[in-house]
């Protein structure tokens, strides 16, 4: 509705002296109801500087609007100005646009020249990948999808949790416990038992801490025994990072983990005591950060072993280098708010004037029944058994309700793992998620699965279109577009029309439950007309209009689905 915001706030700011159309673009609104209009300016916030009453302003502007083809109607309603599109025009200028522009409709080269970073899913080497995980990992694929759609140049990194302390502990699992061939065959399973055990036996036998620590420090001193056990662990979890990434479909441009920063981490460390900034406490280092009201940011343990807050300046410290990011998004939960918090600023005391683009995009976090995920409890949900649960329920539903369906387990996988980004994506990414099976496994409603069934049905339409000789949707230049001004029609137009401002709100907010939620109300709206203007109808020219408009919300939703991580089956 960009465009005919922009147009409206012209013509009344052309009608009223002293009024700027950018302030009135602001300030316009689609209202919730039809009746309502297809625009509103509310007035009130214009009444102090025009010194007449909200409804004065709008009986004003209702009277001196200067006419436009684009505008059918204007009213005065309680303080509110009302405007009323021409349906005829608005339909042709929607269809026209989305038929121009294709699948890059509501694209843009907003971020031309522009490069943006994105720090996504990155789990722990030797731990395995659970639903815990799903958030960074579907968020992140996001706001990557949706930033590349306008015109940024994305890095995606995952920064792999491929070092630290973490790993003494796993050697000494291994070496007291492990046997090879079960590593071979459990993988990344097996891991994780060791894990488990080494934490249960680690409460009654305080002197394992000890061991692992020591190991780790033979993994950090470059031990050929350590590295080779280090280098097995991280095969084994790629093997199962990759399998997972490829049922998701996520792609990244770097894999660099922690251990990548290791010979990157002493020049950080030389430059904040160059710069004054590194202060010794008890035999550690850190930088203090009280008078921003926060914690100091321990750069250095006692025993010279660096932490996360030293890997991440480091990090950031080489993207910018590498990547001359114009912004570097973050995707964690909201657990890591502090952190983040206290290494942005540190960058920002080293003089880098950058540090202002360091995003940390927040999300809620994820339990099982009201209890945290805990590896090292061993109470997970692992993420290939929810995708592999997901995908086996759809190819049941597919083998009761469409038994002939060609390439069933395809539409299963996507249908399947679709329902499973969906239910995330739809939810408003800082809000705290219950993970249940019942809710992520229920395809009714406003779901994943609703969303491409609807697509499908609108594909089956226009494949019975062209099989019964009617040929390919037509044109939008030799259609009416009059035949398309019924409550029905309008509202799928509406929703369409939206759809590059959905966009652009879920890149500004770095929220993708925007699109998700947008490509339900298309779905809905398409939905009604579906059922209440019949498409394949006797008379040509209603026909060849309904036609159209289903191309144009095929469009649509195909390019929204695409745009968080979601594949679009012609069947179901």
Known sequence: MREYK??????????????????????????????MGDLSLPCFK????????PQQIAERLAGSLPQHPSIAETKAVSGYFNIFLDKRTFAAGVLRAVESDGERFGASE??????????????????????????????????????????YDCVGINHLGDWGTQFGKLITAYKLWGDERQVEEGEIEELMRLYVK??????????????????????????????????????????EFNRIYGLLGVTFDSDAGESFYNDK?????????????????????????????????????????????TRDIAAALYRKKTYDFDKAIYVTDYAQNLHFAQWFKVIELMGYDWANRLVHVAFGRVSLEGVRFATR????????????QSIDKTREIIDSKNPSLENKDEVALQVGVGAVIFNDLSNNRIKDISFSWKDVLNFEGESGPY?????????????????????????????DAALLDNAEAQQVLKELAAFPDKVMQAMEKLEPSVVSRHLIDIAQSFNRFYHECPILVDDP????ARLALVRSMCTVLRTGMSLIGMQSPERI
């Open 6 to 35: 922009q147009t409206v706030a012209a013509l009344v700011a052309s009608a009223m002296e002293g009024l700027d159309a950018a302030a009135i673009e602001s300030m316009l609104e689609v209202p919730p109801n039809a009746e």
């Open 46 to 53: 214009l009444s102090k500087a025009l010194r007449q009453s």
């Open 110 to 151: 907003l971020g031309k020249g522009k490069t943006i970073v994105i720090d996504f899913s990155s789990p722990n080497i030797a731990k395995p990948f659970h639903v815990g995980h799903l958030r960074s990992t579907v968020i992140g694929n996001a706001l990557y999808r949706i930033h590349r759609f306008l015109g």
């Open 198 to 239: 080494f934490h249960d036996e680690a409460e009654a036998r305080p002197e394992l801490e000890d061991d692992a620590r020591a190991w780790f420090v033979k993994l950090e001193q470059g031990d050929e025994e350590s590295l080779r056990l280090w280098r097995w662990f991280k095969e084994i979890s790629y093997k």
């Open 265 to 309: 981490m002493g020049a950080v460390v030389d430059e904040l005591k160059e710069k004054g900034l590194l202060e010794e406490d008890q035999g550690a280092y850190l930088v203090r950060l009280d008078e921003y009201n926060m914690a100091p940011a321990l750069i250095l343990k006692k025993d010279g072993g660096t932490l996360y807050h």
């Open 377 to 388: 409890k061993g109470n997970v949900v692992l993420l290939e058994d929810l995708l592999r």
């Open 451 to 479: 969303v491409q069934y609807t697509y499908a049905r609108a594909r089956s339409v226009l494949r019975k279109a062209e099989a019964a000789g009617g040929g390919l949707a037509p044109s939008v230049e030799d259609i």
């Open 541 to 544: 020219g209603l026909r060849a």
